[in-house]
């Protein structure tokens, strides 16, 4: 049992600079930092939740929901700040664990992050494909159903492949993109202002209504049915906001290949969060304040509200917006994804192969190849738009892991250098524990069964390959593989 609760030293986890053949190099700087987390927080959602939540969930409420959902974000993110600025490596919430709680619970972490982040690039890369389609329908044009496959599958591609031709590369690319993201995103907050009736604000509450159908979270299993409204609607509208800003844990995996990691990476978290939720924030008072939430429609709600109040070019606008949102995403998805996976098998964890970091493009290319093939096969072959929540779960629960992180290495390791400290700790990761687990229970039942199973067969996976090739598994002075040195881990 001790082999399986084995801890990674904090030296090895943090000596990682070292220009040996398994580290990477220094790319990011400060502003690229919140580049890439606006990159993948803000996606197509930013011109739906809150049309969706408002009209079957809190109504003009959904603007608390907003601030409710950014607050317990804020907790998580503060989380990471601190793990991220002490332990600078690719390996985000997986390395933390493997220092803080030991071998086992870093693979199921790790585990957790690899059906985050791929079934989160295989569910945008579809969802991609229909808003194209989509956005091509609105000029007029007919385009037939079978297109979607093609867009896919020409995504992922075209995306594996800049990821895999390097860090700057596809830091380049970001850049382009989120400042012509951010101006479809001002366009429509600047000219939805000139359009508000202050009137569709109401009191910001509605009463609570029970709602006629089967309990499908676990908080409405409990209750012993639906509700929608009131406080408790506004509270569930939290939680489904919630999902729209996470990504800003993905920064975290940049860590090793950030200049200043220590200080960088926490201030581009932070900061990338927050500016999403002022954004946020400014789209959902444009949504809600244009069109009464009793009459805001289902299927594009913000298209819907300007095409009500007479601005029907905005619809075009709000498109483009959607595509390259849900680019971006697609994009720090496949790097958040490539860095976890080439940390996780540079630990031994997964076949060390993986780790090999490319001489000419200076990037774990053949790792990246791999992920954007198993995206193309589950975009392709597998409904995964109708098994999203897998991908919040994930998440969620790598942030409790964070959350406690903090805490217990306050006290088992208080002598490690700390870029950032979590304020009035340990209360606020408590808070974050707290609020993570309120939005977990209010995910479905069946996403519960079906992480369950997916934990289940991750831990037979560990107990089969991972534990016995671990590096913490292998003596110090065995003789290194063949055709690669030993390097410091």
């Known amino acids: 049992m001790s082999t399986i609760l084995r801890r990674l030293p904090p030296s090895e986890a943090t000596g990682l600079r070292t220009g040996a053949r398994h580290s990477l190099s220094e790319v990011y700087r400060p502003a690229d930092l919140v580049v890439l987390g606006l990159g993948v927080i803000i996606g197509a959602g930013i011109f739906s939740v809150a049309g969706e939540q408002a009209q079957t969930t809190a109504g003009p409420g959904v603007i608390l929901s907003f601030m409710i959902a ?17 332990m600078p490596t690719s390996g985000s919430a997986y390395t933390f664990t493997y220092v803080i709680f030991g071998e086992v619970w870093a693979w199921i972490i790790g585990w957790a992050l690899i059906l985050e982040l791929q079934f989160a ?20 044009v007919r385009v037939p159903q079978s297109v979607d496959d093609v867009l896919v599958l020409v995504i992922l591609v075209l995306l594996t492949g800049i990821v895999a031709l390097g860090a700057r590369v596809g830091l380049r690319a970001l850049w382009i993109m989120v400042s012509a993201k951010l101006l479809a995103i001002g366009a ?72 200043n990691a220590p200080k960088a990476v926490p201030k581009g978290m932070i900061r990338s969060l927050v500016i999403a939720t002022v954004i946020y924030l400014a789209v959902a008072l444009v949504m809600v304040g244009m069109v009464s939430y009793t009459k805001i429609s289902g299927d594009a709600p913000l298209s819907s509200a300007f095409r009500a109040v007479g601005v029907d070019w905005m619809v075009h606008v709000i498109d483009a917006g959607a595509v390259l949102g849900l680019t971006t995403v697609i994009l720090v998805l496949i790097v958040g994804q490539t860095r976890v996976l080439f940390s996780m098998a540079r630990d031994g964890l997964i076949p060390r192969g993986l780790a090999t970091v490319s001489r000419r493009y200076h990037t774990p290319t053949r790792v990246t190849l791999l992920i954007g093939f198993i995206a193309i096969v589950l975009a392709e072959f597998v409904p995964v738009l109708t098994m999203q929540e897998l991908v919040v779960i994930g998440t969620l629960f790598a942030f409790l892991f964070v959350a406690a992180g903090v805490i217990v290495m306050r006290r088992r390791m208080p002598h490690l250098e700390r870029g950032f400290r979590v304020p009035l700790s340990p209360l606020l990761p408590a808070l974050s524990l707290v609020a993570t687990l309120w939005l977990m229970l209010n995910l479905r039942v069946l996403t519960w069964a079906w992480f369950v199973l997916w934990m289940a067969f991750g831990l037979l996976v560990y107990l089969l390959y991972g ?23």
């Open 70 to 86: 950014g607050i317990a974000c804020l907790l998580a993110c503060l989380c990471y700040a601190e793990l991220s600025s002490t």
């Open 467 to 489: 534990r016995r090739h671990s590096l913490l598994a292998t003596p110090r002075d065995a003789p290194a593989e063949p055709g690669r040195g030993r390097h410091r881990r």
């Open 188 to 259: 429509v907050i600047v000219v939805g202002l000139t359009h508000i009736d202050v009137a569709n604000y109401g009191d910001f509450y509605v009463e609570p209504k029970v709602l006629p159908v089967r309990p499908r979270t676990v908080i409405e299993l409990f209750a012993g049915h639906g509700m929608a409204f009131g406080w408790f609607g506004v509270f569930a509208a939290a939680s489904a906001i919630a999902f729209a800003y996470i990504g800003f844990d993905i920064v975290a995996t940049s860590a090793e290949e950030s200049v």
């Open 121 to 140: 690039a295989a569910v945008v890369a579809r969802a991609w494909a229909s808003i194209a389609v989509k956005a091509v329908a609105d000029f007029g």
